[in-house]
């Protein structure tokens, strides 16, 4: 069976399997008991391909993981979306989830920014002020007028130290496709445009690029 691996992945599965073969080679012992973290560590990177559903109004999950409580809040002040609270949406990746990152709208990036910060655990409502991110203004090619502008934010969590993102400002990018991908167990943050429906229950498990979240 053929694996897809996301190219982030290949440094750390190298070293792990690097490791392993030396532990194989002192202590047949050793070897047996670091193999399941070497098998961890090729699933962690998986990178399976999806297909989104149609209506390009259906907001998709940009992250695989569990869909945290629903709340109002303000989005990153850098992305320049204003002070008036917003639904946000969040979802919890844990360190057996698949990490790999992908659009939930068709549309253009029109404002990135990162900013360096905590580690907490990012299933805590706090991670998404003080941790690491990396946030993300998305404006969809239909309503180029910046009305249904969301927000994208990629948050490091408590293992987490190293987030990676493809978009370049002004660059396009279709719904599903893959953006970026987070080390090692995080969050994923969405903030919704007024108006905006959310379809799926709290506590419901999500796939990036074919769960519905939300109709805009």
Request: aromatic share 10%; charged share 20%; proline share 10%.
């Amino acid at each position: 069976m053929r694996l897809p691996i996301h190219p982030e992945g290949w440094p750390f599965i190298a070293v792990f399997v690097a490791v392993n073969a030396v532990l194989f080679w002192l202590s047949s012992w050793a070897g047996w008991l670091f193999l399941p973290l070497t098998i961890w560590c090729v699933a962690f990177f998986r990178d399976p391909e999806r297909v989104a559903p149609p209506g390009e109004n259906r907001l998709v999950s940009p992250a695989d993981g569990k869909l945290l409580p629903v709340v109002m809040a303000v989005p990153p002040p850098e992305l320049g979306l204003g002070p008036e609270p917003r639904t946000r949406l969040s979802i919890f990746m844990n360190v057996f989830n698949v990490h790999v990152n992908r659009a939930p709208l068709t549309g253009r990036a029109v404002a990135l920014s990162y900013r360096p910060g905590k580690f907490f655990n990012a299933s805590f409502d706090k991670a998404s002020e003080h941790n690491e991110r990396m946030s993300i203004r998305l404006r969809p090619l239909s309503v180029p007028d910046g009305s249904k502008d969301i927000a994208v934010i990629q948050i490091a969590g408590l293992v987490a130290r190293r987030i990676v993102c493809g978009l370049k400002e002004g660059e396009e990018v279709r719904r599903g496709a893959r953006f970026g991908i987070i080390r090692f167990g995080s969050r994923l943050d969405v903030y919704l445009p007024p108006g905006a429906q959310v379809v799926v229950p709290a506590g419901r498990h999500v796939k990036a690029g074919e769960t519905v979240l939300a109709e805009i």
